[in-house]
């Protein structure tokens, strides 16, 4: 897939970033990620940070870690004289990641858990999906949720139990929302490789699968994914147009329609990484999602929704919108986060932050979460950061893939078990 953009290289007065989006591959050799930490969240300061650096890796909070080139690193330091560089050479990181890797799916019908020791193409993802189903296709088909950007279907596997298909509360679980966030993909295929293949050995895996009906949607943003492996590894938002701006993308975790209009959560400028575009609700992706959101809620109802996502090792919940409201299932939400933080933390050491979206992390307007819990009528609705805490970031080398998605994992257990 070729992606084009009116010229070959657009600069940062024209895109309002200062990596050139252009067809070829962003290099990123030489640029540094500083840590800067500002007095209070500022979108003033913010904005004026997001036309000098490159990315702004974690927007909306107080202390941010930035993409920057080489010769915007003083620029940036001017603007917020505290900070710290925490990496020196993302081109370095970006190497220890590993190339994308397509396996030999013949060699067996049902993928392997080597499938989860690199990163893959994105082609490969919809094979990994249709093989693992064909392995189980008694209790397993692929589904669609709408159509993206760009005519991509938004593929997710139905996975369920004793009962039948659609007999069960759903268990809804989305990853790769944000483009850069590898390893949420390849945690969501993770969670249905285990629940499918240890089905019919492990007891614990059996009551859990015929207690729900589960729908995993790796990668809800596939036009994103795509771009992210093919031109800008960081690339975070979909690749939906604005008729006003030469910029590209909104952030679909922004676009929902729940409080979308409310401000301080998002972003009305298209450059931003939080564009909360033009309606509530008026990406293609979120259409899709949306509706699958309300088919669930009226069949047999939302027992879970997991927004997978990364870094920061966060199990966050409703409300984003709001820092001062407390949702009414609140202490319910905080003894299952709790539960599922020990049980990461019991597998390799790995410790989660806990708490309300708003006041834990930062605001977000037009939220997933917000949006199943409220207008989807869900028991329980989570956001999860996984690792890490900045060292590697979105760049999560290949050789953490098996330690990530084994400890998250046991905290699917944990919160499936409690969730009953």
Known sequence: MRFFLAGSLLLSNVLGTAVPRAEQKV??????VLRLSLAKASHDIEAQIEK????????????????VSPESVDTVKALVPESIIINEDLG???AEEGELVSPDFSASAVPSETWFTAYHPYADHLTFLSDLQGGFASQSEIFTAGTSVQGRALTGIHIWGSGGKGSKPAILIHGTVHAREWITTMTAEYFAWQLLTKYASDTTVKSLVDKYDYYIIPAVNPDGFVYSQITDRLWRKNRQTVSSSTCVGRDINRNWPFKWEVTGGASTNPCSETYKGLAAGDAPENKGLVAQVNSLRDGKGIRLYLDIHSYGQYILWPYGYDCSLVVHNSAQLRSIATSAAAAIKAVSGTSYTIGPSCSTLYATTGSSVDYVDSAGNATYSYTWELRDTGDYGFQLPASQIQPTVRETWQGLVSTLTNAG
């Open 27 to 32: 290099d990123y050799t030489g640029f540094k």
């Open 52 to 67: 000098v650096a490159a990315h702004i890796l974690n927007p909306g909070k107080t202390t941010l870690d930035v993409v």
């Open 92 to 94: 370095v990181t970006l």
